[in-house]
Nanobody
Framework: QVQLVESGGGLVQAGGSLRLSCAVS????????MGWLRQAPGKERAIVAA????????YYADSVKGRFTISRDNAKNTVYLQMNSLKPEDTAVYYC?????????????????WGQGTQVTVSS
């Protein structure tokens, strides 16, 4: 059974940076796409960024393009989300999740296994 553990969330002022990490157990990590998704209060869970199994292809939501960077280290079974120039509207619980196959999907419903989430709060 795949387990995902996120870390790195916290409180930061607008314009600041955070780096989220997600450690994934199991042998399938290097064969699966990974995604970072977020859910703000009163809103549906939405994709933030996704990365293919090799790291060669990435996807970003329009709202984070140019500010966030997703990466992965298959030797460490870990995926990262570097978040720069944070805005108050980035405040949410951030989740990492495994994709259903090697190439990423932008649909939250297709993600298979999820972490417990980490809170990111950006103050103005």
């Amino acid at each position: 059974q795949v387990q995902l553990v996120e870390s790195g969330g916290g409180l930061v002022q607008a314009g600041g940076s955070l780096r989220l990490s997600c450690a994934v157990s199991g042998d399938a990590f290097s064969r699966l796409a990974m995604g970072w998704l977020r859910q703000a209060p009163g809103k549906e869970r939405a994709i933030v960024a996704a990365i293919s199994w090799s790291g060669g292809s990435t996807y970003y939501a329009d709202s984070v393009k140019g500010r966030f960077t997703i990466s992965r280290d298959n030797a460490k079974n870990t995926v990262y989300l570097q978040m720069n120039s944070l805005k108050p509207e980035d405040t949410a619980v951030y989740y990492c999740a495994t994709g259903p196959r090697s190439y990423f999907t932008a649909s939250p419903r297709e993600y298979v296994s999820w972490g417990q989430g980490t809170q990111v709060t950006v103050s103005s």
